[in-house]
């Protein structure tokens, strides 16, 4: 009886772990952009609860605002009522922003919460796109759910392509300067 009860404290003490989903881009080449770096933990989450995803978003800026918009795949869904825009002022003393997003799904898998950061600083504005995974039901299936969705078919034909995962972007375009087309155009006109 002995021995069942040391096998059973051996095998629960070594072979049962919760693997925690954590990550940071701090260190990593990042392309022009936004000056915000993301560190994120969560553990894997059961399909049908709940769990916590622990975010924080760090700058290097010494002042100016951030602003966050948050999104979130298709099948997970904000259970903690997170707003799904935080705006944040930079300080020289506070430019760590901790974010606790509670989410849950239904069906096993990998999904993300995406946050657009834009960051105003003086006359300046930069954006950068993060994504954090999060893993709902059991972990291992969730790594080997196919990473890309049922292929799209092209407009102009019935071909599929594969491996096409579409995402939505945002663009913004500011005039620098306004001019005035009318009379650059008969300017022009009158050299000719």
């Known amino acids: 009886m002995k021995r069942i009860y040391l096998i059973v404290g051996l095998i629960l003490t070594l072979g049962i772990e919760v693997m925690a989903n954590e990550g940071t ?4 080449y990042a392309k022009p952009g936004a000056p915000v770096d993301l560190t ?9 609860k709940s769990g916590d995803i622990n975010i924080t978003l760090d700058t290097t800026a010494q002042s100016g605002k951030m602003e966050v918009e948050i999104e979130f795949d298709k ?24 974010i606790i997003i509670t989410t849950g799904g239904k069906i096993d898998g ?20 993060l994504a954090v995974p999060v893993y709902i039901g059991d972990y291992n299936a969730s790594r080997q759910k196919e990473a890309y969705p ?5 407009k102009s034909s019935n071909k599929p392509i594969e491996n096409v995962t ?9 005039a620098i300067k306004k001019v005035d087309i009318n009379s650059s155009l008969e300017t022009n006109s009158s050299v000719n």
């Open 25 to 28: 881009t701090k260190g990593f």
């Open 40 to 48: 994120y933990r969560s553990d894997p989450i059961d399909h049908n």
């Open 110 to 129: 990998l999904y993300y919460i995406r946050l657009l950061v834009t960051m105003h600083e003086d006359l300046e504005k930069r954006v950068r796109s």
């Open 166 to 174: 579409v995402f939505k972007a945002k663009e913004n375009f500011e």
């Open 150 to 154: 049922e292929p799209m078919m092209l």
């Open 75 to 98: 099948n997970i869904t904000n259970v903690s009522n997170t707003p799904s825009k935080l705006s944040f002022e930079i300080t020289k003393d506070k430019n760590s922003f901790p």
